[in-house]
């Protein structure tokens, strides 16, 4: 049984996952796992944009006060367009204003493909 240490944790963006993901099959030749090939198919399905995009609309969304890493994640993963669904992301745990949640919301519009 091959067992793995954790490194470290940090929460990714969809699209860094199956950048990650299509590196480590390029240095195999074998076929992918199965838990390869599942989160394969649920990236190609949910990454809504490319890991460039996905860097840049994170450090623009690092830049707003209240911003954290995990949030930041998960809104580049849904990219929001509403408020409701902005919403539902923060919950009660990150206090936003208004007027940072329309700037988050005028950010993701601006990366949605």
């Known amino acids: 049984m091959l067992v793995e240490k954790i490194v470290s944790k940090k929460p990714i963006p969809l699209a860094e996952v199956k950048e990650i993901i299509k590196e480590r099959l390029k240095d195999k030749d074998a076929e992918p796992t199965y838990e390869q090939d599942m989160t394969i198919k649920y990236v190609n399905q ?6 460039s995009k996905a860097d840049k609309l ?3 969304l690092m ?3 209240g911003m954290d ?5 998960k809104i580049i993963d849904i990219l929001p367009v509403k408020t409701q669904t902005l919403e539902v992301l923060i919950q009660k745990k990150y206090p936003l204003t ?3 949640k329309t700037q988050i919301l005028d ?7």
């Open 98 to 100: 208004d007027a940072q």
């Open 69 to 73: 890493d995990t949030l930041a994640v």
């Open 46 to 51: 949910y990454a809504r944009i490319t890991r």
């Open 58 to 60: 994170h450090k623009e």
């Open 107 to 113: 950010l993701c519009k601006q990366h949605v493909e």
């Open 63 to 65: 830049g707003i006060e």
